[in-house]
């Protein structure tokens, strides 16, 4: 019998069912880790201080900023740098994570047209290597903290972790979700990328979300699941305790949002490969 060269044949990845992708790609952490490691790497390639120059873009903007917003919002600057910084450093990661899973299939065309492998190892190297960057731009929030709220530190703040975890949780689904639909619908990348930006002024981020109330309260903060995501781990860096309906709402968005990446992932991983 004839050798079929891998090019030629069937693109799958090395296991039959999505439940298997997903929790074997997990288990693959040297893999995915590596991945993520070494993009980083090559975007930093030839650099004096790597992924810090994004923490020094994210610094400048928040002190340029801090001044503008604490007088428009009537905030005294010791409580709304901190504010501010928390939450742009968890906002940078997620809308990152969000515009580049557009691309998550697209840009790895080649590799897995010439291998077999678990579609949702890309997933977890896109996280990881954006969570890397977060734990740089994390120096923006400490400096800040540091130095407009000294002493300030409370059992609180442990929360931040559980509340990244979640948040982690949820951008592995986004990715696979957002990553199989702009592959098939290419128009969908322009579309998501530009939402993401009027998302960011919609977003309780520059301002506070009680400046906002009635039916406008309703619609840009309590239903708005970026807040909820931004909130259970911003609250913690500011030495507060999320509020209950926080935990509910991002409980209720992780539900949801895997159900249908694991639906979709289920019908249409066979057809990644071949949408490409």
């Given at each position: 019998?004839?050798?079929?060269?891998?090019?030629?044949?069937?693109?799958?990845?090395t296991?039959?069912s999505?439940?298997?992708?997903?929790?074997?790609?997990?288990?693959?952490?040297?893999l995915?880790?590596?991945?993520?490691?070494?993009?980083?790497?090559?975007?930093?390639?030839?650099?004096?201080?790597?992924?810090?120059?994004?923490?020094?873009?994210?610094?400048?903007f928040?002190?340029?900023?801090?001044?503008?917003?604490?007088?428009l919002?009537?905030?005294?600057?010791?409580?709304?740098?901190?504010?501010?910084?928390?939450?742009?450093?968890?906002?940078?990661?997620?809308?990152t994570?969000?515009t580049?899973?557009?691309?998550?299939f697209?840009?790895?065309?080649?590799?897995?047209?010439?291998?077999?492998?678990?579609?949702?190892?890309?997933?977890?190297?896109l996280?990881y290597?954006?969570f890397?960057?977060?734990?740089?731009?994390?120096?923006?929030?400490?400096?800040?903290?540091?130095?407009?709220?000294?002493?300030?530190?409370?059992?609180?703040?442990?929360?931040?972790?559980?509340?990244?975890?979640?948040?982690?949780i949820?951008?592995?689904?986004?990715?696979?979700?957002?990553?199989?639909?702009?592959?098939?619908?290419?128009?969908?990348q322009q579309?998501?990328?530009?939402?993401v930006q009027?998302?960011?002024?919609?977003?309780p981020?520059?301002?506070?979300?009680?400046?906002l109330?009635?039916l406008?309260?309703i619609?840009?903060?309590?239903l708005?699941?970026?807040?909820h995501?931004i909130?259970?781990?911003?609250?913690?860096?500011?030495?507060?305790?999320?509020?209950?309906?926080?935990?509910?709402?991002t409980?209720?968005?992780?539900?949801?949002?895997?159900?249908?990446?694991?639906?979709?992932?289920?019908?249409?991983?066979?057809?990644?490969a071949?949408w490409?």
């Amino acid at each position: 019998m004839t050798a079929v060269p891998i090019s030629a044949r069937e693109p799958l990845p090395t296991v039959t069912s999505a439940a298997d992708d997903l929790l074997d790609g997990l288990r693959q952490w040297d893999l995915w880790g590596r991945l993520g490691w070494l993009e980083i790497k090559r975007r930093y390639r030839r650099t004096m201080i790597g992924p810090f120059w994004s923490a020094i873009s994210l610094g400048a903007f928040v002190m340029a900023l801090g001044g503008v917003g604490a007088g428009l919002w009537s905030q005294q600057v010791k409580d709304y740098m901190p504010f501010l910084a928390a939450g742009m450093v968890v906002w940078v990661f997620m809308s990152t994570v969000i515009t580049e899973s557009c691309a998550l299939f697209i840009a790895s065309t080649s590799l897995f047209r010439q291998m077999r492998f678990n579609y949702s190892v890309l997933a977890y190297a896109l996280v990881y290597r954006n969570f890397i960057v977060f734990l740089h731009n994390m120096l923006v929030y400490v400096v800040i903290f540091l130095i407009y709220s000294p002493g300030k530190i409370g059992p609180a703040l442990v929360l931040a972790v559980p509340g990244m975890a979640l948040v982690l949780i949820n951008c592995v689904w986004v990715a696979l979700l957002f990553g199989m639909v702009c592959l098939r619908f290419r128009d969908l990348q322009q579309l998501i990328t530009t939402l993401v930006q009027i998302a960011m002024f919609v977003t309780p981020i520059f301002w506070p979300p009680e400046s906002l109330q009635g039916l406008m309260h309703i619609v840009y903060v309590e239903l708005n699941p970026l807040y909820h995501l931004i909130t259970i781990v911003r609250a913690p860096l500011l030495n507060q305790v999320p509020p209950l309906e926080v935990y509910v709402a991002t409980g209720l968005i992780t539900v949801a949002g895997w159900t249908v990446t694991y639906v979709c992932f289920r019908y249409f991983r066979r057809r990644i490969a071949y949408w490409s």
